[in-house]
C-alpha cells in the first residue's frame, strides 16, 4: 500500500476512532502516539552486485507507559500530525508505507497495512509482517549467479552461504 492509499483511508473517515491490529485479537493500546513520519530513501546494493534505490515513509506508534486512554485517536488527530509532518517534509504519495511498533511483549519492527475494516465507530488498520527478500533472485539470478546454475532447494536452504555454490 502507497502512502496516498493509506492516508486517503484517513481523509474519507475522519470521524472514526484509529486503531491497528498487529496480530490475531492484538491490537495497538488506543493511549499510542504518532511519534514520528519517516521517509527514508534507501541505496543498498544486493548479493548479485547490482544497485538498488526506493524510497519508504514509515509511520511511528508509541505506546506510553500509562495507558489510560479507553478510546484511540481519531483518523482527523491523526490527519492532523501528517500535515503539521508534510509541511516540513513533503512526503511521496507512491511509495510504499509501513508502521512502526513494539511495546514490552512485541518487539519494535515494521510492519505493512494489508487493509482496512470499518465499524460505526473504528477505522482498524491491519498490520502483516514485512519479509526480506532477494531481488537477484526476482531479477532471475541468485547471488550474481543464473538461476538454472544453481537448484531451487539450494537457493531456499541458504542463499549466500558457503555451503549454498552460489557465492
Known amino acids: ?16 476512532h484509529l486503531q491497528f491490529q498487529f496480530g ?5 493500546h488506543p493511549s499510542f502516539h504518532i511519534t514520528e513520519i519517516k521517509q527514508n530513501a534507501i541505496t543498498s546494493v544486493d548479493c548479485g552486485g547490482k544497485m538498488n534505490a526506493w524510497t519508504e515513509i514509515i509511520l511511528q506508534l508509541w505506546e506510553p507507559s500509562q495507558k489510560e486512554t479507553p478510546r484511540s485517536m481519531k483518523a482527523s488527530k491523526a490527519l ?3 500535515d503539521v509532518v508534510e509541511k516540513s517534509l513533503p ?13 514490552d511483549t512485541f518487539d519494535t519492527r515494521q510492519m ?15 498490520l502483516i509482517a514485512d519479509k526480506t527478500q532477494c531481488k537477484a533472485i526476482d531479477r532471475g539470478e541468485t547471488c550474481g549467479t543464473p538461476k538454472q546454475k544453481v537448484k531451487l532447494a539450494e537457493v531456499t536452504a541458504g542463499c549466500c552461504t558457503p555451503e549454498s555454490g552460489c557465492c
Open 24 to 28: 490475531e485479537n492484538q491490537f495497538v
Open 91 to 103: 512526503l511521496n504519495p507512491n511509495v510504499t508505507v509501513k508502521i512502526e511498533f513494539g511495546n
Open 80 to 82: 492532523q500530525i501528517i
Open 112 to 126: 505493512h497495512p494489508q487493509d482496512f475494516q470499518f465499524s460505526e465507530d473504528d477505522i482498524i488498520v491491519n
Open 1 to 16: 500500500m502507497n502512502w496516498s492509499e493509506f492516508k486517503n483511508q484517513l481523509v474519507q473517515h475522519p470521524d472514526l
